[in-house]
């Protein structure tokens, strides 16, 4: 398993998901999983995916500068991203950083146990 591969893919299928059909991120969250959005903490995957359906807008689109990973205990990895985010409608795209740790499941995938959302504000 190439650590880098993992991470690329994972950060590829979560962005593209997250800017098509939000609910669709249902999967990638477990009961355990925790978000912490802007400083607010949200645990569980019915949780964290009603915080990110109901955000204050329909559409966006990822555009990712940066994706960073290092292994972690237990099979896991850590993977930080940045990059920009462009709303419909608004003339300047957002930056933005995020975290996620990602666990190994039984089936041979990963799972987001945690996962840390900030917009950078210059």
């Known amino acids: 398993m190439d650590p880098d591969a993992v991470a690329k893919a994972f950060v590829e299928h979560y962005y593209s998901t997250f800017d098509a059909n939000r609910a669709g991120l249902a ?14 903490k949200i645990q569980g995957s019915q949780n964290i995916v009603a915080k990110l359906t109901s955000l204050p807008f329909q559409q966006c689109k990822h555009n990712i500068t940066t994706v960073d990973c290092q292994p972690s205990g237990s099979g896991g990895m850590l993977v930080f991203v940045s990059g920009t985010l462009q709303l419909v409608g608004e ?32």
């Open 27 to 40: 999967n990638l969250y477990q009961e355990g999983s925790m978000l912490t959005f802007e400083g607010q």
């Open 91 to 122: 003339q300047h795209a957002l930056k933005f950083s995020q975290m996620f740790h990602l666990m190994p499941t039984p089936q041979g995938s990963f799972y987001v146990l945690n996962d840390i959302f900030r917009l950078n504000y210059a």
